[in-house]
């Protein structure tokens, strides 16, 4: 194992990275080609791909959830990052037939198929844990608690990938709250304060870890290169946390407005999820603000990233303060805002 792991070392490697088109998945792919990869971007044959538009990885198609296309997606490759996953479905079901059983198929894919792989890298999330207690940062060691259909079926992904842990090299990576340029899910509170309303939702003081996608990139970089053990998780964020009042204070001076404070009690929040959810429901829809998700969200969630410093070598480099400009400046060029 030793001089295949050398022989790689002496020619380009390629790697695949799963669900490539994506908002993480396609900086991912921008990363790894700026380390000198050959990169695989892992895609659906439906997929929208204009993220990559101006980059060149070589393309494969397949679906997690379906075993035979997993065949030749993983053929030939030297790494693999299962970036594929859903954060919304109109069901539990689904979530687990793609964040666990889907994770399943690939692992076995690559069992059956490429076994001298040499490092699989599952991203998964820090919802897996559950909320903190506050003075109390998470630790990778503690016992998960998660408290979404979501967080339990990435909860559940992770264990299908350990499961293959003494015959494959598995990293676990947890990235805390993920944001930056393409990103349509925060994007919504990044729209909010440019409109000039500052939202103060819920428990105002509570504290959450941002990460940078770009950082996120490179931490996962990183842990393709390094020699750690198999099955080791690690949280990946800036080391600060933030409340979300100094959040929505950084997020005024990023995009140059003030606006008007907006005050949504925590009950009132979860009365506004519960219309949400009912309402998508019924327009058969998948609603992104459930009940569920109000538990997540309006909760502390620190984390020690420790054990990514000392492992790993990875620190956040890019500020929430930075990333909201840098964040802020992409929307306005691709006219998501003006």
């Not at 340029?181 to 870890?209: A, C, M, Q, S, W």
């Amino acid at each position: 194992m030793i001089r295949y792991i050398e022989a790689m070392t002496r020619r380009q490697q390629t790697v695949l990275i799963t669900g490539a088109n994506g908002f993480v998945g396609s900086r991912l792919v921008r990363r790894f080609s700026a380390d000198g990869y050959h990169v695989v971007a892992g895609v659906r044959q439906s997929a929208d791909c204009s993220l990559l538009a101006d980059l060149k990885p070589e393309f494969r198609y397949g679906d997690v959830t379906d075993p035979e296309s997993l065949v030749a997606m993983v053929g030939g490759v030297d790494l693999v990052v299962h970036n594929a996953g859903l954060v919304k479905a109109k069901s539990r079901e689904r979530f687990f037939e793609v964040n666990e059983t889907g994770t399943w198929n690939l692992c076995e894919a690559v069992a059956q198929h490429n076994p001298e792989l040499i490092r699989i890298i599952h991203i998964s999330s820090v919802a897996v844990m559950g909320p903190s207690t506050a003075g109390q940062p998470l630790r990778e060691s503690d016992t998960p608690a998660p408290v979404t259909d979501y967080a339990e079926s990435k909860l559940a992904g992770e264990k299908a990938a350990l499961s293959y842990a003494d015959r494959l090299p598995v990293t676990i990576i947890r990235p805390h709250a993920v944001y930056g340029p393409g990103d349509k899910e925060i994007f919504t509170l990044f729209r909010t304060v440019n409109n000039r309303i500052r939202p103060y939702v819920g428990d105002v003081n509570r504290r959450i870890h941002m990460i940078h996608v770009d950082d996120l990139s490179r931490a996962v970089s990183l842990a393709a290169r390094a020699q750690t053990e198999s099955g080791t998780a690690y949280f990946i964020a800036e080391a600060q946390s933030y409340t979300l009042r100094e959040m929505i204070e950084i997020l005024c001076a990023a995009a140059g407005r003030r606006g008007i404070p907006l005050y949504v009690p925590s009950p009132v929040f979860r009365a506004v999820a519960a219309i949400s959810e009912f309402t998508f429901k019924l327009a058969g829809a998948t609603p992104m603000l459930t009940r569920n998700k109000v538990r997540e969200l309006d909760a502390t969630w620190e984390i020690d990233v420790s054990r990514a410093r000392t492992q790993l070598g990875f620190e956040a480099a890019i500020s929430f303060a930075e990333g909201a400009r840098d964040t802020y400046d992409w929307y306005r060029r691709k006219g998501w805002l003006s």
